[in-house]
């Protein structure tokens, strides 16, 4: 549900710019749950904007002209003035929930009291980051996740899209997750040797991990092994894990993370991304998604040596192997970056 449901099924065009020097592009306009979704004229999802943290660039003035934040290169022109005024009134309404007491807040002031009554110091971080863990809504998992990979974009550059190599790329996170997995990759122009799993299901994938294969089962491995991180480690736990109790007394007082604390860490999990699940959590994916394993075994270490697991282990073993990508849909993937 956005912020207000009267603006559920509210659509408009607009004109994006990915980038200053990038041309407008026309686009399809519309409210999600806390974002606003940026789709193509083939409906496919371009881009997802927080909501609050959307900025006006041009107030008082038509037509509007907005961008997700304000480091963004991204920029976004409206003429229809009813979605204006529903952008306008649908952030401010987020921003006002967000700094109100909830739930959230409420079962956070709780916990805090009760362990500080308690006065176990030596479990309050993990009973508070638990708390955390349970009361946070996929909604906001999704918002941390958009704000981490923001901050990830600024360190590797804009995410690489393209209308045929982003429509394979969906369809192998669908074969490799299933269809009710939600979340969406990204591609990026560097990176780390492995993808990363952040909050809200946001895959971010290294292009050379498209480019440096021939075979499309590498990448969907890939997929699974970043998925897989969720079933080892809670993205969410780890994130505060790492940036202390004040982070996690902040999430569950005020229901947000700061900025800065936020950035810090994307910049930490870019360079140290998480380790590969076990090979007992990833076996059981690759047979969920009847993929093979040992495309990605060999593609992790070309000796196999460290990877032996997957290599011997493989569920396809004996069994024919379907087509993941046509021909057309693989080349266009392996072109998204262009």
């Not at 360079?271 to 699940?277: C, K, Q, S």
């Not at 032996?308 to 069994?319: F, K």
């Amino acid at each position: 549900m956005t912020a207000l449901t009267e603006f559920d099924r509210l659509e408009s065009g607009g004109l994006w710019k990915a980038s200053p020097d990038a041309q407008r592009r026309e686009v399809t306009v519309s409210f999600g749950n806390a974002t606003l979704i940026i789709s193509d004229t083939a409906e496919r999802p371009l881009t997802h904007w927080s909501l609050p943290a959307v900025e006006r660039l041009n107030v008082g003035e038509r037509p509007a002209l907005f961008s997700p934040g304000s480091d963004a290169t991204e920029t976004l022109e409206i003429s229809d003035d009813m979605m204006i005024d529903a952008m306008e009134k649908v952030r401010k309404t987020v921003k006002r929930r967000r700094s109100k007491p909830g739930r959230l807040r409420n079962i956070g002031l709780l916990a805090g009291i009760g362990a500080i009554v308690v006065g176990a110091v030596v479990w309050l971080p993990d009973a508070l980051i638990r708390e955390a863990q349970s009361v946070v809504p996929p909604v906001q998992r999704a918002e941390i996740g958009a704000t981490l990979l923001g901050h990830i974009q600024r360190i590797t550059g804009q995410t690489c899209r393209s209308p045929l190599g982003t429509a394979a790329l969906e369809k192998l996170h669908t074969r490799a997750l299933g269809p009710d997995a939600g979340g969406q990759v990204f591609v990026v122009p560097s990176g780390p040797d492995t993808a990363i799993y952040l909050p809200g299901g946001l895959i971010v994938m290294n292009r050379d991990l498209i480019e440096d294969t021939e075979d499309p089962a590498v990448v969907g491995g890939h997929i699974i092994a970043a998925a897989a991180q969720l079933r080892a480690r809670d993205p969410l736990e780890a994130l505060l894990k790492e940036s202390g109790i004040g982070t996690t007394f902040n999430l569950l007082t005020q229901g947000e993370i700061p900025p800065d604390t936020l950035r810090s860490y994307a910049e930490t999990l870019f360079a140290n991304p998480p380790v590969r699940a076990s090979d007992e959590i990833l076996l059981e994916m690759f047979a969920n998604a009847q993929l093979p394993s040992t495309p990605y075994a060999y593609a992790v270490d070309v000796t196999g040596e460290s990877t032996l697991g997957l290599i011997e282990a493989d569920p396809t073993q004996g069994a024919e192997a379907s087509e993941l990508l046509s021909d057309a849909e693989w080349i266009s993937l392996q072109g998204i970056c262009g």
